[in-house]
């Protein structure tokens, strides 16, 4: 039986470093998220994210119009892939920190020059496996081709970050955030490692809670009045793209692209006229270090005036170590057979 042993381990090497996302501070998932691990698969990994324009990394749904933000985050995430009533699942949780520092120039009679750091808002997800992979063995994983896959995702988006009601910016929304997406995989072609090649798509609509505590500005008279605002906000749509393909066994790359559309706000009711339409491209890299170890670079850049929404550019770095704790004691009694 050892050398079903050995042949059990091989593919796992290729998906562990799979799962984890940025979530919505990047305003999408990233590629190859949803691509699908077997059982008892665990990832635990460390994002760095540069996020510069007209909205702040931590509150990517709101850009601002004559604002230049200045956003450093970094995150802590946990990810697990299991079975759950007969499909494959997958469930994250991430811990963004950082800072953000923000500038105006379009508020007039003043201008504001504002930072915060700490503690952001929990994030979490969790996909149900619809079409394409069913809850498996660790053998039977060994023998399965991922071909076509749909999703049903739940992000959730909680206020428990640091929020202070009265400062203008801040690292915490203080407000709950729901997304529901379908996010779509499908190979082309041979799926060898080192010959594969993917198309994703993850539509989504984005609902939020208001926050009842916006620091906001108004002019009366010529003279600017600080007081707090109710901010509430329509849906946002939401398509991302990716289309991936191996350069190596251990090399892969993507070209991504992303749509954000709607999401107008109120402010004490008042409909503020600034419904997005936003479009953005990206680039993915990504390095296998080790059969368990992974490393990633994304950059993106939104190509929309600010007026029409999201205006930034984003530089994210990640670092992946992920293992399975069935497919780690095969490998050591197989070792030890030798």
Known sequence: ????????????????????????????????????????????????????????????????????????????????????????????????????????????????????????????????NLIGAPAQTLQEYSQWEQRTLLDAQVFVNAPFGEYDEETFLNVGTNRWTVRFGLPFVQSIGDFTPGRRTTFELVPSVTLFGDNDALRGLTIEDGAPVFASRNLSQDPLYKVEGHLTRDITEDLWVSADALYVGGGETSLDGVAQDNSQSSFGVGLTVAYKVSEKVELRALWGDYLTDETDGIDTSMLWLRMTYAWNPTADRLAKQAAAAR
Do not use: C
Request: charged share 10%; no cysteine.
């Open 1 to 128: 039986m050892q050398p079903m042993k050995i042949r059990i381990l091989a593919p796992i090497a290729f998906v562990l470093l799979f799962g984890l996302s940025p979530s919505a501070f990047a305003q999408g998932e990233g590629a190859r998220t949803y691509w699908k691990a077997p059982a008892n698969t665990h990832a635990a990994g460390t994002f760095l994210m540069f996020v510069d324009g007209n909205a702040s990394g931590f509150n990517p749904a709101l850009p601002v119009s004559g604002a230049a933000f200045a956003s450093r985050i970094y995150m802590l995430n946990y990810a697990a892939f299991f079975n759950f009533l007969g499909r494959r699942n997958q469930a994250s949780v991430t811990q963004p920190f950082g800072t953000v520092a923000a500038t105006t120039t379009g508020l007039q009679p003043i201008s504001l020059d504002v930072a915060a750091k700490g503690r952001a808002d929990l994030a979490a997800w969790w996909a149900f």
